[in-house]
Each structure stands twice: as C-alpha cells, then as structure tokens.
C-alpha cells in the first residue's frame, strides 16, 4: 500500500522542529526576495523530490531526455553527487564517471548526443552551458535533482513523490526523510506519484489525489517502471528478464537508496533472491569486491547477479571481480510508464512549453500547429509553464 515504506524515528522530532525551523527561514527569504532566484531565456525543467533518495530522478530524466531529443538539443545539468571534481565540468569522450558522478555517467553513456555537464552552483552551469562554444547549440535544459535549488527558477517544476513514501505521511529529517515540509510541494507545476504497482486499484487513486491536496494550477500523474532486458556487463548480449525461474538464483547487487520494490517486482520471476545492498552512490572498495566475490562463490546454481544501471556505472571499473562474478553479471535498465492513459497529455504539457519558450526555429515554427493540436492555453509570464491560468 501507499506509505508503506515509511519508518519514523519519534525520538528525534524535537531535532526536526529545529531542522525545519532553518528550512522554512530559507525559504521564507526566497518568498521575501531577499534571497534571489533567477529566471533564464531557454526552457528549464526541473525533476527532483523533497525526500532523501529513491524517487526515481534518473529514469523520469531519461524519459524527458527521449521526448525532447529528436526534435531538439537537450543538455542535462546536475550537481554530480559524490564526485572527485569541483565545479563546472563538461562531460565529453572519455570523461570518467568519477569526474561527474554516477547518474550523469549513465546518462552520457545512454544517450551520447546530448550535453550533460556537473556544477553545484546551478545558474553558474546553465550559463556555461548557455554560452559555451560547443554547448551554445542548447535548445533546453534539465535540472536533476533541484527541487531545493530555489536559486533557479525554472519553467517547469516538476515534483517526484514515491508512491512508498508520500510526503504526507512522512516527518521531516532527522525523524523521517523529508528534506523539507510537505507544504514545500506547493512550488510544483508538475507532481508525479512514482513507483507505483501495476495493479493500482481506482480506489487507491481516488484516496491518494485526495490526500495529496494539490492546488487547481497542479497537475498530478502516476507512473511506474517497466523492466527492459537484462544485458550482459560481459557484452554478451542480452537476456529477457522472464528467462528468470524458480531455478534460478539471484544475486541483487544495489547501491541505491531504496531496493524494495526491485525485490518485490523480481520476486514475480523467482523467490530465490539474495540481497547485496550498499549505501545510495556507494563507491566499490576492495573489501566490497571480495564480499561480492565470496557471496556469488557461495550460491548455488544455475545463478545470476543482477545490478542497476546506476551501479554498473560504478562497478565497471571496479577491479578484481572475479571471471565467475563478470560473466553472470547483468544490468536492468529500467523506464516510466505512465499510467490512467496520461502519457499523451504529460508529453504534451512538456512539449508545449519548449515550443512555446524556445529560439530553435524548428520548435517554434511547429509551435502553432501544437497549440491548436493540443488546445493548450498558456500563462502570460515569459518561460513559465501554462499551468497556473489554465
């Protein structure tokens, strides 16, 4: 059920009250003016959460990157999480992914056409990206993970809520996982139920739009993820994930923030799982290969190890895996599905915006034929999705 992966550690509200305090001062001061946030001359859309980890950020970009590509150049700016490097860093040929994290490396690696560049200072990274000799070509950007970013204002705003752990059953960090209050949700053009199950009864949707008290400018969504073919780290080719019985031995490797539901979906192929679970980004140490090593040794066969992208991007230079462990090692990439037939309209929604808020002549002369193919009415405010008026 929704919420069902919420712990709260009571003990600890009194340190949230004073954790909150400080973020409702912050934000306080953007209302105020007094901290300034600033609005750009090209589409920005942002897709992030208010919780700690495990919404689901990278495949909801991914899914905006394939909407986008074919019809403009898409540039992905985040702030590269765990990386060795400092500041604005550019991803081309041969960039490591301990130059700009492993998310921006599985996005580059993905989709090679597009920009995807690292900056912690966010205004910074979209004038770099902006006015950069080889970047200028820029016709949008993507924000990963910058809903507390309030020093960009975007076009669009999109919120991630995972369907395990809604906001509005959640406690503030350090009690709960919300980085800020759930009131902070009131910022998003665009919130989207994430993770949910396949099977999600009318009920349950009827129960969560109601709890969830979005205002009238809001748009809600629910998506889940659809699993692709496993595909071999050992280039192999790939393997379809319902070649997987009961017979067969899972090793599940992941350095994510929330591993529950790829348990709960892979169990529907076989209950024989193991789990190898690490810290969200974690970085393989020797130590760590050899765990791994040792637990795949010790399994039975027929077996197989199953890791995400995000982790493959980390193990895939990690040495001393052992023959064994590289030869039955495989990735599960993973997509959104949008669910209640709202795919059409979502797209539409985003489209609508770069046409209208984009100098690529190309978006801006289909611009018209969109508008009237969709029946979009649009805001006055320049650069800003048309949602509030509608």
Not at 125 to 148: P, R, W
Not at 330 to 349: A, C, D, S, W
Request: charged content about 25%.
């Amino acid at each position: 059920m929704e919420g069902d992966f919420i712990k709260i550690n009571e003990w600890m509200l009194p340190l949230s009250w004073l954790y909150g305090l400080g973020v409702r001062l912050r934000n306080m001061l953007f209302e105020l003016g007094i901290l300034k946030s600033r609005s750009f001359d090209i589409p920005v859309i942002s897709v992030g959460n208010i919780t700690v980890g495990g919404s689901g950020k990278t495949p909801h970009v991914e899914y905006l990157i394939r909407l986008l590509k074919n019809n403009c150049k898409v540039a992905v700016l985040s702030r590269g999480y765990k990386r060795k490097s400092k500041g604005y860093v550019l991803a081309g040929e041969g960039t490591r992914m301990e130059d700009i994290g492993d998310e921006p490396f599985q996005m580059k690696t993905k989709f090679p056409d597009i920009h995807v560049a690292v900056d912690k200072n966010r205004c910074h990274g979209i004038d770099a990206l902006t006015s950069g000799e080889t970047t200028k070509d820029t016709d949008v950007v993507l924000l990963d993970d910058a809903f507390q970013h309030r020093y960009v204002r975007p076009g669009v705003n999109i919120l991630l809520v995972d369907y395990h752990r809604l906001i509005i059953y959640d406690k503030l960090l350090p009690a709960g996982r919300l980085r800020e209050p759930q009131s902070g949700k009131a910022r998003a053009d665009i919130v989207v139920i994430t993770k949910c199950p396949k099977d999600l009864k009318p009920m349950e949707y009827r129960v969560i739009i109601k709890a969830m008290d979005l205002f009238p400018y809001q748009q809600l969504y629910f998506t889940s993820f659809e699993y692709e073919n496993l595909r071999s780290m050992s280039g192999d080719g790939e393997r379809p994930l319902d070649s997987i019985s009961d017979r067969d031995n899972i090793l599940l490797l992941t350095g994510i923030a929330s591993p529950k539901q790829m348990v709960y979906d892979l169990k529907e192929y076989s209950k024989n799982i193991t789990q190898l679970a690490f810290p969200d980004h974690h970085r393989f140490t020797r130590k760590d290969v050899e765990r791994i090593n040792t637990a795949f040794a010790g399994m039975p066969s027929p077996k197989i190890i199953i890791t995400t992208e995000k982790d493959y991007a980390r193990l895939a230079g990690t040495e001393g895996l052992s023959d064994n462990v590289r030869s039955n090692l495989y990735t599960l990439p993973i997509r959104v599905k949008f669910m209640l037939g709202q795919e059409e309209e979502f797209n539409n929604k985003i489209i609508g915006y770069v046409q209208k808020n984009s100098k690529n002549s190309i978006l801006v002369k289909t611009k018209d034929d969109h508008k009237s193919a969709n029946g979009d009415n649009t805001r006055n405010r320049p650069g800003t999705i048309s949602f509030r008026n509608n």
